[in-house]
T-cell receptor, first 113, second 117 residues
C-alpha cells in the first residue's frame, strides 16, 4: 500500500518555539520521492522540499529542517524559532512509480503571538 | 519559471449548471496535467490525470461524465463540472508536469474555489 500518515491533525505553539511535524510513509517502491508543501489560508500550495529515496541527508533551509530516515519510513519537518507567518496547513506527500502524488491529511499549525 | 495559472480563482454557480475551470502552464509545455479536489479541512485527492491529446484517466470513484477533462494543447487543460450540485462545492487544484521534466517536477496552480448554491 502507498500511504502517507500525518498523525498530528492540529498543533499550536507559541511564537519562537520550535515545532516538529511528523510524517510516516508506506511504499513498496525502492525509488520514490517525498515532499513537504505549505498551504496558507489563501489555498495555494507552496513547495518546500523534495527528497528522493536514495538521499537520506538531512536538509536545512533557514529556520526549516528535514529529517529523512528510511529505517523508520519517516520524513519529519522542524521549524525553528517559529513565527506567526508559519501558521498554515502543512502536507507531507509521496510520489510513487505511477507518477501520482499521494498527500497526507495535513497538519494545521497555529503559531500564537 | 514553471508557473501554472488557474481561471477563475473562484466561482459561484447555481445548482444544475455547468462550470469550466482552466489550468494553464504559462512558461513551459505540459504533457501531463493532474486535477485534485480538496474539501474544507481535508487533504488533496487526485481526481484524474490527463495527457495532451488523449483521454483522461480518472481515479476510482470519480465520475468521468460529471467531471469532463480536456487537454487539447500542451499548455491548457480544462475541467468542466457538469450539472453541478452543492456537494461539488470544493477547492479544485491542478498541477502540470513538463514535456522533458522528470516525474517528480509537478507544478501546482493556485486553485479554484467552487461554490454551488
Amino acid at each position: 500500500a502507498q500511504k502517507v500518515t500525518q498523525a498530528q491533525t492540529e498543533i499550536s505553539v507559541v511564537e519562537k518555539e520550535d515545532v516538529t511535524l511528523d510524517c510516516v510513509y508506506e511504499t513498496r517502491d525502492t525509488t520514490y520521492y517525498l515532499f513537504w508543501y505549505k498551504q496558507p489560508p489563501s489555498g495555494e500550495l507552496v513547495f518546500l522540499i523534495r527528497r528522493n529515496s536514495f538521499d537520506e541527508q538531512n536538509e536545512i533551509s533557514g529556520r526549516y529542517s528535514w529529517n529523512f530516515q528510511k529505517s523508520t519510513s519517516s520524513f519529519n519537518f522542524t521549524i525553528t524559532a517559529s513565527q506567526v507567518v508559519d501558521s498554515a496547513v502543512y502536507f507531507c506527500a509521496l510520489l510513487n512509480r505511477d507518477d501520482k502524488i499521494i498527500f497526507g491529511k495535513g497538519t494545521r499549525l497555529h503559531i500564537l503571538p | 519559471g514553471a508557473v501554472v495559472s488557474q481561471h477563475p480563482s473562484w466561482v459561484i454557480c447555481k445548482s444544475g449548471t455547468s462550470v469550466k475551470i482552466e489550468c494553464r502552464s504559462l512558461d513551459f509545455q505540459a504533457t501531463t496535467m493532474f486535477w485534485y479536489r480538496q474539501f474544507p479541512k481535508q487533504s488533496l485527492m487526485l481526481m484524474a490525470t490527463s495527457n495532451e491529446g488523449s483521454k483522461a484517466t480518472y481515479e476510482q470513484g470519480v465520475e468521468k461524465d460529471k467531471f469532463l477533462i480536456n487537454h487539447a494543447s500542451l499548455t491548457l487543460s480544462t475541467l468542466t463540472v457538469t450539472s453541478a450540485h452543492p456537494e461539488d462545492s470544493s477547492f479544485y487544484i491542478c498541477s502540470a508536469r513538463g514535456v522533458a521534466g522528470p516525474a517528480y517536477e509537478q507544478y501546482f496552480g493556485p486553485g479554484t474555489r467552487l461554490t454551488v448554491t
